[in-house]
C-alpha cells in the first residue's frame, strides 16, 4: 500500500542537523511553559488563518459589497501580528524537541507550503494589490487568481500541519489492507 509519508522521505530534514540543534537546556528551561507556548501558538494559527481566508475570498469576490481598502487596512495588521505570534511560538515549539518535531512526516511539507504562500503574498503585495484596491467592488482577475492561489497554500499548511499529529495510520503499520482487515 502505498504511504505517503514515504514518499515525503527526501524531503526531510537530516537527522544528524536535528540532533545538532537539540538544546536539553533550552528544553527544560521551556518545559513548564510548553503548554502555554503551543496553546498560543494554535490560537494564533487559528487567527491567522482566519484572517487569511476571510481576505482571500474577499478578493475572490465573495461578499464583496464594499471597497477593498477599509478591509485591507483592518486585516493586514492582524495577519502580520498573528503571523509573527505563530512564527516564534513555532520556533519555540521547533527548538524544544527538534528531533521529535523535525522529523514528523510532513513537517518539512508544511514549511514548504508557508514558503510559497509567503512568496505568493509577496507578489501579489508588490504587482497585485495596487490594482485590487483601485476596484471599486468588482476584483481584477490577478486579485482572484492570488487569493485563490493564497487560499489553497495555506490549506495545505494546516492539512499539513494537521497530519502531523497524527501516527501512521493502522493499515500502513500492518503492511496491507486485507492483513488489517482480516482479523
Known amino acids: 500500500m502505498f504511504d ?5 522521505a ?8 536535528l540532533i545538532a540543534m537539540d538544546n536539553r537546556g533550552l ?18 494559527v487559528g ?5 487569511i481566508v476571510l481576505l482571500d475570498l474577499r478578493l475572490m469576490g465573495v461578499r464583496a459589497v464594499a471597497p477593498l481598502q477599509a478591509f485591507v487596512e483592518y486585516t493586514i495588521p492582524w495577519l502580520y ?5 505563530s ?4 520556533a519555540a515549539l521547533f527548538l524544544y524537541d ?8 510532513y513537517f518539512t511539507l508544511k514549511l514548504l ?3 510559497l504562500g509567503l512568496v505568493n503574498a509577496l507578489v501579489f503585495h508588490r504587482w497585485m494589490l495596487a490594482d485590487a484596491l483601485k476596484a471599486s467592488i468588482e476584483m481584477p482577475r490577478s486579485a482572484k487568481l492570488g487569493g485563490a492561489i493564497s487560499l489553497v497554500l495555506w490549506a495545505l499548511v494546516m492539512l499539513a500541519a494537521s497530519l502531523n499529529v497524527e501516527g501512521a495510520p493502522k493499515v500502513l503499520l500492518t503492511g496491507s489492507a486485507e492483513a488489517a482487515f482480516s482479523r
Do not use: W
Request: charged share 5%; glycine share 8%; no cysteine.
Open 10 to 17: 527526501g524531503l526531510r530534514i537530516p537527522s544528524d542537523l
Open 113 to 115: 507550503f508557508m514558503v
Open 4 to 8: 505517503p509519508s514515504q514518499a515525503l
Open 98 to 105: 527538534p528531533l521529535h518535531v523535525g522529523s514528523h512526516a
Open 27 to 44: 528544553h527544560f528551561a521551556l518545559q513548564p511553559y510548553h503548554f502555554i507556548i503551543r496553546a498560543i501558538h494554535v490560537l494564533s
Open 87 to 90: 512564527l516564534v511560538t513555532g
Open 81 to 85: 501580528l498573528t503571523f509573527a505570534i
Open 47 to 51: 487567527a491567522f488563518f482566519g484572517g
